[in-house]
């Protein structure tokens, strides 16, 4: 790829050497034959027009001979051809050098004026190609500046040149070709070899650059599909990350909330073994019984994460679970529940509920559970044996949920874990709860000495209108 390819092409890579606009099977011919440069191709392109241009000036060379009886000397055709196959190999350099390429195909045009009759033209197919190549890596500016130069090295200068080493060349006696210099007729001349000009330079050019335009207009929207392919890319692993942190969140609070308390029975069970054979076997079922909770949970949320209908029936049936399409955790209703099984575990917890309940949104239910959950499991594990104190506040336009435990006696409350041991992620799982549904989360310890987790919930409008439809319900 060269300079003039990049700039017309936008940025490319440095070792990319192929035209990517080159129809596919020309391009694959190339490379089958070896010729995977420009400058290799460009080569081609001059080999095979050298001959044409060839044809073309024997062409010329007859016609003039036989319609206006005009016989060329042997040495203005020689001049002629080599002329002509200097524009033909110059457009060897058309992508690497393409003002130089036009420069000299203009030159050898004038030597070209020179050597014919001046009411005649003769040029080959290198203008037109050098023209358009320019047109298609020049940016316009610097085109129509080239345009112009061309133009008007054609125009004056070559009415000046029209004919004379023809008239050199021609045999003693003959009539000369050129004429004598005049206003009016210099002025024809210069004005016929400007519309020759405009013809043979500008109109390719123009169709360089319209050609160039639809190449980068189609570059520009491939482009922009292939950005918007990866932001929708972007945006599904985004959406999927998202996803695997929720169900993350799900797995941890099911987990430490039930497998802890677990834990803690087996625990007591082991010392009761020998001593108390019917609190033991108590413990043991109050164990099973959470672990068939915690399956129950784990297989919801595992259900939530196949497709609809594939949530396979636990008991082997072959049916569905039933509700395993909708919500799989509970939500604020269900804190009497799960204040029962903390007392169960032989905690003190009480909860408490101020002003009118109502309903919530899926996810702010979910998530007035989830923190309730986990600021109850951080208490069991953190500070066992301490009282609990669970505050569910119902508000007009917030619901604020308050999870504390207390020592009563100024002292901080006793923690269960030795010293230096790791916490785990429940504060920063409760912290990502509450910035989801745009809600204030507080925690810390507190002047008493225990500890506060402080959900702090607003509820948006949509919540009025169940309200308010619940409670005509209720007075019909």
Partial sequence: MTDDDALARGPVRAHD?????????LDDALDRLGLR??????????????PVSGAML??????????????????????????????????????????????????????ILS?????????????????????????????LRVLAAAAALIGVPGALVAGTLLDALAAPGAAPVSQPWSLVGNGILVGGLLIAALFSYAVPALVGAHVATRRRYADL??????????????????????????????????????????????????????RDDNAAREATAWVRSQGRETLD????????????????????????????????????????RLVGAEQALGGSVALEREGEPYGLPPVADVTVYRVAQEALSNAR??????????????????????????????????????????RGLGLLG????????????????????????RLDLPVGNETAPARTKAAGQEEA
């Avoid at 050497?17 to 099977?25: I, V």
């Avoid at 524009?87 to 420069?103: D, I, K, W």
């Avoid at 049936?317 to 039933?322: A, E, Q, R």
């Avoid at 604020?400 to 207390?406: C, G, M, Q, S, T």
């Fill in 17 to 25: 050497t192929r035209d990517p606009r080159a129809p596919a099977r």
């Fill in 37 to 50: 440069t420009p400058l290799a191709r460009d080569g081609l392109l001059a080999a095979v027009v050298l």
């Fill in 58 to 111: 024997w062409a010329f060379v007859v016609l003039l001979a036989e319609e206006d009886g005009v016989r060329l000397p042997p040495g203005a055709v020689a001049l002629l051809a080599a002329a002509v196959s200097v524009q033909s190999l110059v457009l060897c350099v058309r992508r690497s050098r393409p003002v130089l390429c036009l420069a000299t195909v203009v030159l050898v045009h004038l030597v």
């Fill in 115 to 143: 050597l014919v009759p001046p009411d005649s033209s003769m040029q080959g197919l290198a203008p037109f190609i050098a023209a358009y190549t320019c047109g298609t890596l020049l940016p316009p500016h610097r085109l």
């Fill in 221 to 274: 929207t491939r482009l922009r599909a292939a950005e918007d392919v990866q932001r929708q890319r972007e945006r599904a692993e985004g959406a999927i990350m998202a996803e695997r942190a929720r169900m993350a969140r799900e797995l941890h609070d099911i987990a430490a909330h039930h497998l802890s308390g677990m834990v803690v029975q087996l625990g007591a069970a082991e010392l009761l073994i020998g």
């Fill in 297 to 336: 949970n784990l297989r919801l949320v595992v259900g939530a994460l196949r497709e609809p209908g594939e949530a396979a029936d636990p008991s082997g049936g072959g049916g569905t679970l039933p509700g395993a399409s909708g919500a799989p955790v509970p939500g604020a209703a269900a804190l009497d």
């Fill in 381 to 422: 594990e953190h500070a066992p044996n301490t009282p609990v104190r669970v505050l569910l506040h119902y508000r007009d336009s917030r619901i604020v949920l308050r999870v504390e435990n207390e020592t009563g006696d100024g002292r901080p409350a006793a923690s269960g874990k030795p010293a230096g041991a790791p």
């Fill in 430 to 453: 409760m912290r990502e709860r509450a910035q989801l549904v745009g809600a204030e989360l507080a925690a810390g310890p507190t002047a008493e000495g225990g500890w506060r987790v």
